[in-house]
C-alpha cells in the first residue's frame, strides 16, 4: 500500500480514492475463500458474482454499478468470453481439441452438463470452467434478448479464435482482425446489450464500426503493453510488418531494450493505436446513461492513460509497465463525465505528441490521430 500511495503523491486526489478503496476494502475485495470453496456453497449468481471478482477485479467492480438487469447480462456475458478466452490461451491444451472446442463452444451455452476440467492457465480459470454449469444455469436466467447477443458474439469469436490459433500475425490487417475477434467483437456485443437493456438507444447496436474501434482501442494497448509477458508464453500479437523493418527476430527488442530501433518499433505500434482514439471519442459521446458511461469511459481513459506511459519506454521489453493505481482508484470511485473523460484523452495524446520524434515515417501519423482527436473533442465540447 505505501508504495502504491507513493507513486500518486503528487495526485492528492488518488491518495484519497486509493484510502477510500482500502477503508471499503470489503465493499470491492473478492472473498478470501478460494473459488473452489464458493463453489460447493454459493448459488449461481453470487458464484458467478464471486467468480468475477477473481478473475477480473477491477471490471468487476465497474460492472456492479451498471444498472438493472443489464449487471447481470454484462457480468455472464464476461465470464462466457472469460472461458473460451481461457481455453484459447491454454498452450498445452492439444491443437485438435482446442479448435474443435473453441468452434463449438457457443453450442455448450444451454447444456448444464458441461464443464472442463485441468483446462486454464490460472487457478480461477480452471475453476470457472471446471464449475461452467453455474455460469450456464446464470445464462439462462437472462432475458432472451441478453442470451441471443451473447450466443451470437460467443459464435462469431470462437471461430475467429480457431482461425488465428492455426495463423500468425503477420500484417496489420492480420492485427487488425484478431483485435476485432478477441476484442472489437465484445465492443459490438456490448452496444447490443446496452441497446437491448433500453438504457440507450436502439440505434446503438448499429455503430459497430465504432464499437469494434473501442475494443481494438483496448486491445491493442494490452497487446503492446504485454510484449514481455506473451513473448515468454509462447504467445505474440506483434504484427510482423511492423517490427519485422526493425529486427530480424521479434526478441530482439527484449534483448535490446535501449537500442534506437526497438523504441523505433515501440513507438511505431503505439502510433497504429492511436487511430482509434477518434471513433472512441464519438462513441463515448453517443451514450445516454451515465452508468453506462462510466463502465465504456473507465477502461479508455485507462488505455490512452497506458499508452501515454508506455510510448518510448525502453521497460515495456523487459516487463510490464502499468499506469498508477490510484488513477484506476479515482477513476472507479469518481462520478466520471464525459467532459473529464475528454480532458484525460487532450492530456495524455499531448504527452505521446510533446515526446515523439518529427524524423520518424510515423510522426505523420500520430500527428493525424492527435489533431482528429482534439477536433473531435471541440466539437462534443461545442455541443
Not at 476494502?25 to 473459488?35: D, I, M, R, T, V
Not at 527488442?253 to 513507438?267: A, E, G, K, R, V
Not at 492511436?274 to 445516454?288: E, G, K, R, S, V
Request: hydrophobic share 40%; net charge positive.
Amino acid at each position: 500500500m505505501i508504495p502504491t500511495l507513493y507513486k500518486s503523491a503528487l495526485h492528492p486526489r488518488e491518495v484519497k480514492a486509493l484510502l477510500k478503496m482500502k477503508l471499503n476494502g470489503s465493499k470491492f475485495a473478492p472473498s478470501k475463500e478460494s473459488l473452489k470453496i464458493l463453489a460447493e456453497k454459493l448459488d449461481d449468481a453470487d458464484f458467478c458474482c464471486e467468480a468475477l471478482n477473481k478473475v477480473s477485479r477491477s471490471f468487476a467492480i465497474v460492472i456492479q454499478q451498471l444498472p438493472g438487469d443489464l449487471k447481470q447480462a454484462v457480468c455472464v456475458f464476461y465470464l462466457v468470453l472469460r472461458a473460451l478466452d481461457t481455453i484459447e490461451d491454454d498452450m498445452n491444451f492439444p491443437m485438435d481439441k482446442k479448435l474443435k472446442l473453441l468452434r463449438s463452444f457457443h453450442t455448450k451455452s444451454y447444456d448444464e452438463s458441461f464443464k472442463l476440467s485441468g483446462v486454464g492457465d490460472h487457478e480461477d480459470y480452471r475453476i470457472l470452467l471446471e464449475h461452467y454449469d453455474k455460469v450456464t444455469r446464470f445464462f439462462k436466467a437472462q432475458a432472451p434478448h441478453y442470451r441471443d447477443v451473447i450466443v451470437d458474439i460467443n459464435r462469431q469469436m470462437g471461430e475467429g479464435m480457431a482461425f488465428f490459433a492455426e495463423k500468425k500475425v503477420e500484417s496489420v490487417a492480420d492485427y487488425d482482425l484478431y483485435c476485432h475477434y478477441v476484442a472489437g467483437l465484445v465492443g459490438i456485443g456490448l452496444s447490443d446489450l446496452f441497446a437491448s437493456s433500453g438504457y440507450e438507444k436502439r440505434d446503438l447496436k448499429n455503430q459497430t464500426a465504432l464499437s469494434n474501434s473501442m475494443g481494438l482501442f483496448l486491445q491493442k494497448t494490452n497487446i503492446i503493453r504485454d510484449y514481455h509477458e506473451d513473448l515468454f508464453s509462447d504467445r505474440t500479437f506483434w504484427p510482423k510488418e511492423i517490427w519485422g523493418k526493425y529486427a530480424s527476430q521479434l526478441d530482439y527488442f527484449t534483448h535490446n531494450p535501449n537500442d534506437p530501433l526497438s523504441l523505433q518499433c515501440l513507438d511505431h505500434m503505439v502510433s497504429n493505436a492511436l487511430n482509434h482514439m477518434p471513433d472512441c471519442i464519438d462513441y463515448l459521446a453517443m451514450l445516454d446513461n451515465q452508468q453506462i458511461f462510466r463502465f465504456a469511459a473507465i477502461p479508455q481513459v485507462m488505455a490512452i492513460a497506458t499508452l501515454a506511459n508506455i510510448y518510448h519506454n525502453p521497460k515495456v521489453f523487459t516487463g510490464v509497465v502499468k499506469v498508477r493505481k490510484g488513477l484506476a482508484a479515482k477513476l472507479i470511485l469518481g462520478n466520471l463525465s464525459l467532459k473529464a473523460t475528454l480532458g484525460y484523452f487532450r492530456r495524455y495524446s499531448r504527452t505521446i505528441l510533446r515526446n515523439s520524434d518529427p524524423t520518424q515515417p510515423f510522426y505523420k501519423d500520430i500527428v493525424d490521430a492527435v489533431e482528429k482527436t482534439h477536433d473531435k473533442i471541440a466539437a462534443v465540447l461545442a455541443r
